[in-house]
């Protein structure tokens, strides 16, 4: 409850690079979340659990985040 004065300067934050840099940073964390949480699901039931498999799901992972990140990213810069 500061006014008017207060909010124009925290909506300036949040709407400028730094709300962008947070907005991009907690979408590229919610894509891990999301695509970690599969493996964990697909290692608990018991397939690719050896060393080699997990070395590889792991890596899978951050290739399916940072590619399903820029789709994400090119979607909403493009208005689709």
Do not use: K
């Not at 907690?26 to 949480?37: D, E, I, K, T």
């Not at 608990?44 to 498999?53: I, M, P, Q, S, T």
Request: charged residues 10%; hydrophobic residues 50%.
């Amino acid at each position: 409850a500061g006014g008017p004065e207060r909010f124009a300067s925290v909506d300036g934050i949040l709407t400028g690079w730094f709300g962008g840099l947070i907005l991009i940073l907690s979408m590229v964390a919610l894509w891990y979340h999301c695509f970690n949480g599969v493996r964990h699901l697909v290692n608990d039931a018991g397939y690719f659990l050896e060393r080699e498999d997990l070395q590889r799901s792991s890596i899978a992972v951050l290739a399916a985040t940072a590619v399903m990140s820029v789709i994400t990213l090119a979607v909403a810069l493009t208005g689709g």
